[in-house]
């Protein structure tokens, strides 16, 4: 067949990707093999792919196809979260959008029905990205964090905790999200450092009997729209400043409440005013001091963020437009003492990244967690459970863990699993799987109620508690405990996941495995890094920063896009993306293109070598078999500690220069010349294997050129590695040799302006005369010399050279300019004289020769000596001329 000028991807990536699909070889059942699972990190259903989930595909898919690969039953299991709060927060939207229904105008039925809609379109949007992409997931194992088996797990797990008494349900003071009018969990408040003011206010006094004594106390606050929520004026016992006020009272302003003053150790006296305003309904500390002093507890905002009717004034105003006409009336009042410049840190909603959190007194469900977290921690800690870079996020990791609040679990929504909590209707309840189920408990007790008669909670449950069991209710290990596919498949193998979320997710999955299975939910955790533009932003639709993945796909191919994120993507490591990277994948890809084209060309130009096998004599041969096997352990190296970008710059070099670069020169025909079929075959077959070791990475184009370069029975994805034998260290050292000698001898001719065409005579002075008798032919043909002779001293009328500690002498018809050639010694000449100073500084140095590793000392030993010898040379060679 004819192929195309430059490598096509679309046709290509669309034939393979079905091809593999029909034969089935990304589905994977129990067998006698050791299995490899991965869980896909499951992305919202809230819109499309960005550049980070496209990362982290990549590199799932670079795990799971390398397995298959090395023989294990490899299961990657895809799916999408429900996402409760975003979901929630967009079909609210398009509801209101496209149809002119608010959310309060439907029952909970009509609106999940609104939701499942949601779910199915973007679902299916992700699912294509994610096959564009060439992810070799096993469709048939979908799953989906409100499918019915998944929300029985949740369920289940929730009524198992609560009789474990490791959930309950209680008033406390909660993070609150205004604009999606739920609790969130402390994970789900992210702060920024900005800049605020204090605002200083007076505060009049009265005595216990009320009357006004003329003074004034002042406190400052940064919020002065919850002033109408103050219950009492807070200071240090042992401050002298007020220690008069024992038994006096504070007049809140505008509302005009009157509130005691209370002294409590809490307050530092050297900080602001040392008085402190008590508003218990909306702050945490105030909040603790309220109960220690019996204090009232008045909330001045409606869940919206809008002032409420016990605010008296200003009543249903948006709070931060409340503390403005607050701020003008305390001015108005004579109140307002001063305004000051104050850097602060604010709450912000994770899921509605533009609402400030508000800390309120809500009764809501909790989950205990030192109980779940110790053992969780221990897995870490002692290395049951992998963390890479385990350097960078172990600490964290266990900061956390030995730190960790009761987590907050309930929301105010609508989308996701309702807690399964049961209400009679005096306010008692039960928790229970199903209302029949809870009648029951309720006659345990005593009490005489119908289904009919009990009212199920109005919340639902944090995204996450349901996300926490993935790796098992994937496999139905919850649902149906014991079946053949979760005692396989779990624990799984590896976890790939951003770093933002080793809170939200990772700890919480090793908690609830530990928990249900008594086993790790995986061995190891790889972090990805962020993915950033070039400019180190991160990658935003605010900013408009973020490509469109499929967009990348259609310009560069999704062999190319994977290429790009990951030759940039050091483990762990936020990545600076450019479309450069794709434009570079691009290029690779031609470049392969380019030399199957080349091979090809010599198919019919085979020529039988039977009875002299050439390949089993040719250097280039002997010497890319021993690079394709070092760079095949150290690939294998690499991946075992997961620096994935490394191994592909690795096999990237393998690829462009070695093989396309020097072997293909090295045993090309001359015009129209035949080919051994020995050389033949022996490359065609380096062809194989380079593309097998390139395919986890870029696994279209190899799959194309793996069938194109000579017939094949299977597939390339589903070829078998096998171990490469130690590769010769001696033949490395002599390819390396013959490629620095031809690139040198290249540059002197073209720096001395000899045309390719015209031939030389090479003359070479060496005490190693049998290592350029291996590669003699190869230096001939490649720097056109139609003779290789080798000398005892210099040979006159030649350009000079020195390569390593050898002199080649270039011989040519015409003549040369010995100016020009004693001007480049001397050039090279001053170059290692300053190179030996500088290696002589650092063995001077005896805190570097004292501290550094011995191999490190040696090697800076031997740069001494091989400058030493070629400054020896140099100056040979010039005094020649």
Not at 410 to 423: D, N, T, V
Not at 475 to 494: C, E, K, L, M, R
Not at 505 to 519: D, F, N, P, S, T
Not at 665 to 681: D, L, R, T
Request: glycine content about 6%; hydrophobic content about 40%; overall charge negative.
């Amino acid at each position: 067949m004819e192929l195309s000028k430059n490598y096509l991807p679309a046709t290509v990536e669309e034939k393979w990707y079905q091809h593999w699909m029909e034969k089935g070889y990304f589905r994977s059942t129990p067998d006698q093999r050791q299995p490899f699972t991965v869980v896909i990190p499951p992305p919202n259903v809230t819109g499309v792919l960005h550049l980070g989930h496209t990362l982290n595909e990549t590199v799932q898919d670079i795990l799971v196809r390398r397995a298959r690969m090395s023989g294990f039953n490899a299961c990657w299991v895809p799916g999408s979260d429900h996402a409760s709060i975003a979901t929630e927060a967009k079909v609210v939207d398009m509801l209101k959008r496209e149809k002119g229904i608010e959310k309060s105008q439907l029952t909970r039925e009509e609106f999940l029905k609104y939701a499942f809609e949601w779910k199915d379109k973007y679902g299916g949007i992700i699912y294509h990205q994610i096959k564009k992409l060439g992810c070799s997931c096993d469709w048939d194992r979908v799953t989906f964090t409100m499918d019915d088996h998944y929300y029985a797990a949740v369920i289940k797990v929730f009524v198992d905790l609560y009789n474990k008494g490791l959930i309950y349900r209680g008033a406390r003071m909660i993070n609150w999200d205004p604009k999606a009018k739920t609790a969130l969990s402390d994970e789900e408040v992210e702060y920024k450092d900005l800049q605020g003011k204090l605002y200083h206010v007076k505060y009049a006094i009265t005595d216990g009997e009320g009357k006004a004594t003329g003074e004034y106390i002042t406190i400052a606050t940064q919020r002065p729209e919850t002033i109408m929520g103050d219950t009492a004026i807070c200071v240090n016992p042992d401050d002298e400043r007020y220690t008069h006020l024992k038994g006096h009272y504070a007049t809140v302003p505008l509302v005009n409440r009157r509130v005691p003053i209370i002294f409590d150790t809490y307050v530092d006296k050297e900080f602001g005013t040392g008085a402190l305003k008590v508003t218990p309904a909306h702050d945490i500390n105030d909040y603790n001091l309220g109960l220690k002093h019996n204090l009232e507890v008045v909330d001045t905002l409606n869940d919206d963020g809008t002032l409420s009717a016990a605010a008296v004034v200003f009543v249903g105003e948006d709070r931060f437009v409340a503390r403005k006409k607050v701020v003008a009336a305390l001015q108005e009042q004579g109140l307002l003492i001063k305004e000051q410049e104050y850097t602060t840190r604010l709450g912000y909603s994770q899921r509605n990244p533009d609402t400030v959190v508000e800390p309120r007194i809500s009764t809501q469900w909790f989950v205990k967690m030192a109980e779940l977290a110790k053992p969780a921690l221990d897995a870490v800690v002692n290395g049951d459970v992998n963390i890479h870079p385990g350097d960078r996020f172990l600490a964290t990791y266990k900061y956390w863990m030995e730190n960790v609040k009761d987590w907050c679990i309930s929301r105010q929504l609508w989308w996701g699993q309702q807690i399964p909590a049961w209400y009679a209707p005096d306010g008692t309840f039960e928790v229970a799987a199903t209302a029949e189920a809870a009648v029951q408990q309720f006659a345990k007790r005593q009490i005489t109620i119908t289904a009919a008669e009990l009212r199920q909670d109005e919340d639902c449950l944090d995204t996450w508690f349901s996300s926490w069991l993935w790796p098992m209710e994937v496999f139905n290990g919850i649902s149906q405990p014991d079946n053949a596919d979760i005692n396989y498949y779990y624990p799984t193998s590896v976890l790939v996941t951003g770093q933002d979320i080793i809170f939200f997710w990772v700890a919480r999955m090793i908690m609830a495995g530990l928990e249900y299975k008594q086993v790790k939910p995986f061995s190891d955790v790889y972090f990805t890094g962020m993915v950033r533009d070039k400019q180190g932003r991160k990658m935003s639709k605010s900013l408009g920063n973020s490509p469109d993945l499929l967009e990348l796909i259609h310009s560069y191919g999704a062999d190319a896009v994977r290429f790009g994120i990951m030759i940039s993507s050091p483990a762990g490591n936020d990545l600076l993306y450019d479309d450069a990277s794709c434009e570079q994948g691009r290029n690779f890809c031609n470049k392969i293109w380019n030399a199957l084209k080349l091979v090809k060309m010599w198919e019919p130009r085979q020529e039988d070598d039977s009875q002299h096998n050439v390949a089993d004599t040719h250097f280039a041969i002997k010497w890319f078999d021993n690079r394709l096997r070092q760079v095949q352990q150290e690939v294998a190296d690499l991946h075992r500690d997961f620096r994935l970008s490394e191994g592909l710059k690795a096999i990237y070099s393998l690829i462009w220069d070695d093989f396309c670069s020097w072997y293909l020169e090295w045993v090309k025909p001359g015009f129209e010349q035949p080919i051994p079929v020995s050389v033949y075959k022996k490359t065609v077959h380096f062809f194989e294997q380079l593309m097998q070791l390139l395919h986890p990475y870029m696994p279209f184009i190899t799959e194309e050129i793996y069938q194109l370069v000579k017939y094949q029975d299977g597939s390339l994805m589903m070829k078998q590695f096998s171990t490469p034998e130690a590769p010769s260290h001696a033949t490395l050292t002599e390819g390396a040799l013959a490629k620095e000698v031809i690139t040198s001898i290249r540059d002197a001719r073209q720096k001395n302006q000899i045309k390719p065409k015209d031939p030389i005579v090479l003359h070479i002075e060496t005490k190693h005369e049998n290592a350029f008798k291996q590669i003699e032919s190869i230096l001939a043909k490649q720097v056109n010399a139609k003779a290789v002779n080798y000398v005892q001293e210099a040979v006159p009328g030649c350009i000079t050279l020195v390569v390593q500690k050898d002199k080649f002498y270039l011989g040519t018809e015409t003549e040369l300019d010995t100016a020009a050639q004693k001007d480049s010694l001397l050039k090279d000449l001053e170059y290692q004289k300053g190179f030996l100073i500088s290696v002589e500084k650092k063995l001077s140095n005896e805190r570097f020769v004292q501290n550094a590793k011995p191999e490190v000392v040696e090697a800076e030993r031997r740069k001494k000596e091989d400058a030493e010898a070629k400054i020896r040379v140099i100056e040979e060679s010039l005094k020649s001329l």
